[in-house]
Every structure is written in structure tokens, then in C-alpha cells.
């Protein structure tokens, strides 16, 4: 199983970002997904979740500004954030609960 997160950087408040995570090693669209995200002293908190069936689910703090979606045939994930602010500020991470495999974080900084 390899996922390769990409998409982070830094951006103004206000601001949009895309975040991918393409996979491989194993069955992409049988499986839900989800991102997570660490903020610096923080602990690693949900973000948002997609399942196999495409029933999303996310974090009351994103509702409304951010998207999670799939292209099963590019296996890959994605997160559509709009709106960026501040506390968005983390690291962002990949991760297939159902191969509890996690992709290697991508950088995040909203600067106000």
C-alpha cells in the first residue's frame, strides 16, 4: 500500500487550496477514505470522511468550506478547501481506515 499526499503550501486567509493523495497497492474503491490534519501542539483530528459508498462526513469546523471527493479510475483522493483560514493551519494526512494505511502529511499555512 502506497499513498503520496501532495497539494499542501501557503496561502492568505480567504484563500483556496486543492489537496490529492494518489494510491496503489491495493483495491482503491472498496474502500472509504478519509483526511485527517495535526495542528503544531495539537492532537491529529478528523477532517473529512468518504465512504465506499460516497456517504460523506465532516468535522464542524469545515462544513460548508471543504470537499472531500474520489476518481476511483486515477485512485485518487481529494480535498477541495475553500475559504481557508488560520486555524486551518496543519498538517494534512491521508488515510484508508480499512488498510489503516496513512500517507505522509502535506504542509497547510493560512496566514491571516
Known amino acids: 500500500v502506497q499513498l503520496q499526499a501532495c497539494g499542501g503550501g501557503s496561502v492568505q486567509s480567504g484563500g483556496s487550496l486543492r489537496l490529492s493523495c494518489a494510491a496503489s497497492?491495493?483495491?482503491?474503491?472498496?474502500?472509504?477514505m478519509a483526511w485527517h490534519r495535526q495542528a503544531p501542539g495539537k492532537e491529529r483530528e478528523l477532517v473529512a470522511a468518504?465512504?465506499?459508498?460516497?456517504?460523506?462526513n465532516y468535522a464542524d469546523s469545515v462544513k460548508g468550506r471543504f470537499t472531500i471527493s474520489r476518481d476511483n479510475a486515477r485512485r485518487t483522493m481529494y480535498l477541495d478547501m475553500n475559504s481557508l483560514k488560520p486555524e486551518d493551519t496543519a498538517v494534512y494526512y491521508c488515510y484508508f481506515p480499512g488498510r489503516r494505511a496513512w500517507g505522509q502529511g502535506t504542509l497547510v499555512t493560512v496566514s491571516s
Open positions: 497497492g491495493f483495491f482503491f474503491s472498496g474502500y472509504g
Open positions: 468518504l465512504t465506499s459508498e460516497g456517504v460523506t
